[in-house]
DNA sequence: AGTCATTTATGACCTTGGTCATTTTTTATA
DNA sequence: TATAAAAAATGACCAAGGTCATAAATGACT
């Protein structure tokens, strides 16, 4: 099966100069045709492996999401609340590392999920794995079980990627992740529990 | 200064014209050039006008932030909580009449948000008017005074977008109403105070 | 009215995302 | 190794957004 692997070093190529060339000069300065001739393909090749060019972000977006696995796994125990806080703080720094990518692959993800009511994209996998995180809490502990993980978890991610929107472009990470902190402590007494 | 009029005149020709079009074909399956034949005129002077296609979304957003201190202006009395859900309640009958459209103004208005950081867009404009009725109703009467509305605001607009864009696919009017309605209560005893 | 300066309209043109019929490469089979 | 079928690569081609030098329209001033 010499083809399956071409295929998926052909893929990785593409996301890899796709990504560095986009955090590099942005994703509107960088055409199709020029990630093509990095990668030693024709620009129909491209198209071959994504359907449209916004699509390798979203493919990274993709593999954000069993990043999110690994951060919840990287905290597991210890109050929820503190975790849930831990969690948010390495996800935004993770952000901030990444800014240029992350606020691109937010983007497409958003509108990915919009348009098409699409559920394999960041903010679905985001709320879903934290409510998993919520449910399992509370049947390893009843004394940290919630009323109701669905709500809880809608509220954490709102008030995350609302301030994230809000304030990422006028505000330090310690800034953000201070005002996330306050918002989650203002609404935990609420949905925790 | 029939030239200001007849600027003005094209201004509007071309979003009622756009936005007429976009409703019925979806956004990608109208293009420039037919938005300027319907108006008279030629394409080029459609970017004379904006700079962008998605502009003519971005300007329709604006108009409706002015639309958002109507509504605030529709829910003068009651208890601060109550009032906030008659907003809230508003907004999404709104959205839900003027679904196809607003899908579309919500995606520019993030992404405008998102990459240049822009103030003038609807999700700041919302949290701004929001803060705004809470800091009023506190001077009015001291016993709705929040702690902080800051904070405050931006928790409410965080669960309602979240709640748009998770829900607005697989859920009635109603529903998504529902869950507004119960992460407001879950969230009040803690951000209204 | 005639002239000039400024604003607005125009359409030829360019760029770039995306498609598709055709060619090349790989795999399986005899 | 020869051959046929399937998959992948290619580049000519198209559509549509966006630019820009030029032309027309408007307003101010004499």
């Known amino acids: 099966m010499l083809r399956d692997q071409k295929k998926k070093s052909t893929r990785e190529k593409i996301t890899r100069y796709a990504l560095q060339m986009f955090k590099e000069k942005g994703y509107d300065n960088v055409t199709v045709e020029e990630i093509a001739a990095a990668c030693g393909i024709a620009k129909g090749t491209f198209f071959n492996y994504f359907p449209k060019k916004e699509h390798v972000l979203l493919y990274v977006a993709d593999s954000y999401a069993s990043l999110m696995d690994d951060i919840i796994a990287?905290?597991?125990?210890?109050?929820?609340?503190?975790?849930?806080?831990?969690?948010?703080?390495?996800?935004?720094?993770?952000?901030?590392?990444?800014?240029?990518?992350?606020?691109?692959?937010?983007?497409?993800?958003?509108?990915?999920?919009?348009?098409?009511?699409?559920?394999?994209?960041?903010?679905?996998?985001?709320?879903?794995?934290?409510?998993?995180?919520?449910?399992?809490?509370?049947?390893?502990?009843?004394?940290?079980?919630?009323?109701?993980?669905?709500?809880?978890?809608g509220v954490v991610v709102g008030l995350f990627f609302q301030t994230l929107i809000t304030l990422s472009s006028k505000m330090s990470e310690d800034g953000i992740y201070g005002s996330i902190e306050r918002q989650l402590d203002a609404v935990w007494e609420g949905i925790g529990r």
């Open 74 to 153: 990287r905290h597991p125990d210890g109050p929820l609340k503190q975790r849930v806080l831990r969690i948010l703080h390495d996800l935004l720094h993770i952000y901030t590392q990444h800014e240029e990518l992350l606020r691109l692959t937010l983007i497409e993800t958003i509108k990915a999920e919009i348009v098409s009511g699409s559920e394999l994209t960041n903010i679905s996998n985001f709320k879903n794995a934290l409510r998993r995180l919520m449910e399992d809490a509370g049947e390893q502990d009843p004394r940290q079980r919630l009323s109701d993980p669905e709500l809880s978890s």
